[in-house]
């Protein structure tokens, strides 16, 4: 209220003079058009609308003056407030649909933006497979060897019997480690991995190793400078061929399916004697029509490894004595086994460490 008022005129109070009126209308208009968010609109709201806004005030006032003037005044401030209260609640509308889009704009979730997540690590398929194989062997109780990939000569090769001038030596592109009076290779074979368990355990001997090995090879679908291998060892009393076929025959089988056996060839490998190569029976086409077969290419078997009972020169070599003790030893590729497992043609892949052929094969941990 205004104070006391010497030259009171009860049709002239102040606040309520036309001019006035409307300058408070248009401060309270043109705030509200500048407020830029709701919470600008709410103090808005407040200053030019609220019980202490200037035209709240000059609303108070009317009553002061005299009947015949409250009419006009009246009128005036009504119709101000009726305009700021029209605007607020325009401005309030437009500032609240535009709070709701941006929110919507905001809160949108793209499900087809790229993940910022890390994909789930795994195991290379080999080293699956390879387990695999392990396990295999574990459950019928033999142990799991390992040697290192930079051999002696000596044991990737003259130990088991391939002596320095022996034709087979050539059979093994080798890569060689400098100085070569060193006579260090990187191991052509997991086949030295047989003599140093001889050499350093005592028979009954059950053992499987799978690993790297290396050979001068060109990389291409089918080869590679570096590959897998698997190979098996076994030192007893009484070890015979058969011992080594049923051997194989279950291990063709839980690798390949029911009922997969293995047949033998004849053939030559220094280190055992007699030796074969051992073949896999088509575990597609089961040897049933397979003209028609990709996976043996028409053959009924498919190539897998070599095999043979022990020669009595490597026993000696290693130790072991060969009128107590026989064995068998087979060897496999893994990469190999892995290809015509999964109908690969190419073994390149395998080593090139792309995740999506890998995933492809689980790589689960
Ligand atoms: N080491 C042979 C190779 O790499 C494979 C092999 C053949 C291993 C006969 C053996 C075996 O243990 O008895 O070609």
Known sequence: MSGPNTDYDPVEVTPLKADQVEAMREAALAAI??????DALKQVRLDHAGDRSPLALANREIGALPPQARKEAGQR????????NQALAARQAVLEAEHEERMLAEETVDVSLPTTRRRRGGRHPLTLQSELIADLFVAMGYEVAEGPVVEAEWLNFDALNLGPDHPARTMQDTFWTE?????VVLRTQTSPVQ???MLTRKPPIYVVCPGRVFRTDEYDATHSPMFHQVEGLVVDEGITMAHLKGTLDHFASQ??????TTRFRPSYFPFTEPSAEVDVLCFVCRNVEPQSCRTCRGEGWIE???????????LVACGVDPEVYSGFAFGMGIDRSFMFRHDLEDLRPLFEGDVRFSSAFGTEI
């Not at 095999?307 to 490597?314: A, D, F, L, Y």
């Open 33 to 38: 058009a500048d407020a830029a968010d709701l």
């Open 77 to 84: 401030v009504g119709q101000a407030r009726g305009a700021v």
């Open 179 to 183: 100085p070569a009076d060193d006579h």
């Open 195 to 197: 003599a140093r368990t």
């Open 255 to 260: 690798l390949f399916g029911d009922g997969i």
């Open 304 to 314: 897998w490894g070599g095999c043979g009972v022990v020669n009595p020169r490597v």
